[in-house]
């Protein structure tokens, strides 16, 4: 069963609203005052997008809890929503529950990872799942409940969720889950999440970023190891490199540049010409 993230609904303008939350902190104006300005077109919707621009430079982050995001998520592993549940601020879960389920002819839909497919087990998976789902049909036929029946159930299982979850939320999952570090699944559900809110409201949506991207910390806060591990540790610094090169700034040791530093920057540019 494929992955699918539907945007089912949203703050209705989300750069309106995320607009007035933030100039009401900053500006004599009452937020009516705010909305008449940007109803009759006094404030156009580039001057909104730089003035969140600005904000989102400052950790004033509690305004972008009143943006909501409300999604439709299926064909997940349990292993997937193990790690979902443990977000616990600003961000709901309904999910489909296996008490209240059963799985008719105990036929569960699952997930076969690549890795799996890639060493040739598939097959054996779903030989060794065919069984469970065999035996979990013979307990529910037993009088066996659900509930009981499904302690059978792997991690692979698959399983749906309605969430609503806001903006400050999403852009800390989508900080940790878009990161390399995070579980593959995980990644790919947060980069759906992602497409879909770009498409609503692109604006804010390049903002849900791995926590290293350019509109986020900036630079990787993972072990070095990591980081030298990680394909886009190329293009991000790891914090320790921007320390030491600080420590180096602050005892005065920073390299000079150099004659051949020069010469190199000159051959290029007579190179380029
Ligand atoms: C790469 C990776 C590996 C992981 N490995 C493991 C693992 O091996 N074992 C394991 O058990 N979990 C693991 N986790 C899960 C992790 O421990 C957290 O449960 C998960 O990231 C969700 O918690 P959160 O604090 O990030 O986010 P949320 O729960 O969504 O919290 C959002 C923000 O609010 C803050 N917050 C929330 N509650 C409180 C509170 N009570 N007091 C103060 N601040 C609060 C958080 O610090 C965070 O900044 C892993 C996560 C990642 C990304």
Same mark, same amino acid.
């Given at each position: 069963?494929?992955?699918?993230?539907?945007?089912?609904?949203?703050?209705?303008?989300?750069?309106?609203?995320?607009?007035?939350?933030?100039?009401?902190?900053?500006s004599?104006l009452?937020?009516?005052q705010?909305?008449?300005r940007i109803?009759?077109?006094?404030?156009?919707?580039?001057?909104?997008?730089?003035?969140?621009?600005?904000?989102?430079?400052?950790?004033?982050a509690?305004?972008?809890?009143?943006?909501?995001?409300?999604?439709?998520?299926?064909?997940?592993?349990?292993?997937?929503?193990?790690?979902?549940?443990? =977000? &616990?601020? *600003?961000?709901?879960? +309904?999910?489909q529950?296996?008490?209240?389920?059963?799985?008719? @002819?105990?036929?569960? $839909?699952?997930?076969?990872?690549?890795?799996?497919?890639?060493?040739?087990?598939?097959e054996?998976?779903?030989?060794l799942?065919?069984?469970?789902?065999?035996?979990?049909?013979?307990?529910?036929a037993?009088?066996?409940?659900?509930e009981?029946?499904?302690?059978l159930?792997?991690?692979?299982?698959?399983?749906?969720?309605?969430?609503?979850?806001?903006?400050?939320?999403?852009?800390?999952?989508?900080?940790l889950?878009?990161?390399?570090?995070?579980?593959?699944?995980?990644?790919?559900?947060?980069?759906?999440?992602?497409?879909?809110?770009?498409?609503?409201?692109?604006?804010?949506?390049?903002?849900?970023?791995?926590?290293c991207g350019? =509109? &986020?910390? *900036?630079?990787?806060? +993972?072990?070095?190891?990591?980081?030298?591990?990680?394909?886009? @540790?190329?293009?991000? $610094?790891?914090?320790?490199?921007?320390?030491?090169?600080y420590?180096?700034?602050?005892?005065?040791?920073?390299?000079?540049?150099?004659?051949?530093?020069?010469?190199?920057?000159?051959?290029?540019?007579?190179?380029g010409?």
């Open positions: 069963m494929a992955i699918q993230v539907t945007l089912i609904s949203h703050t209705p303008d989300p750069l309106r609203s995320l607009y007035m939350a933030y100039r009401t902190c900053y004599q009452t937020p009516q705010v909305l008449k109803d009759d077109e006094r404030i156009d919707r580039e001057t909104m997008r730089e003035f969140i621009e600005e904000r989102l430079k400052t950790g004033h509690s305004p972008l809890e009143q943006i909501v995001f409300e999604f439709g998520i299926s064909g997940v592993s349990r292993a997937f929503s193990h790690q979902f549940v443990r =977000h &616990r601020v *600003g961000i709901s879960f +309904e999910q529950s296996q008490r209240y389920v059963t799985y008719r @002819g105990g036929e569960f $839909p699952y997930t076969v990872p690549e890795t799996v497919k890639r060493a040739g087990l598939e054996r998976m779903d030989e799942f065919d069984r469970v789902g065999d035996l979990y049909e013979e307990m529910v037993a009088g066996v409940p659900a009981d029946a499904r302690f159930l792997p991690n692979a299982t698959n399983t749906n969720f309605k969430i609503t979850v806001n903006f400050q939320s999403l852009l800390h999952i989508c900080d889950r878009l990161c390399t570090r995070a579980q593959w699944e995980f990644r790919k559900v947060a980069a759906l999440l992602r497409a879909e809110v770009m498409k609503v409201t692109p604006e804010l949506g390049r903002y849900l970023q791995p926590k350019e =509109h &986020r910390l *900036g630079y990787c806060d +993972e072990s070095e190891k990591d980081w030298e591990a990680c394909p886009i @540790g190329r293009v991000r $610094p790891h914090k320790q490199v921007l320390f030491r090169i420590d180096q700034y602050r005892r005065g040791e920073l390299q000079p540049l150099r004659d051949e530093d020069w010469a190199a920057i000159e051959e290029q540019e007579l190179a010409g």
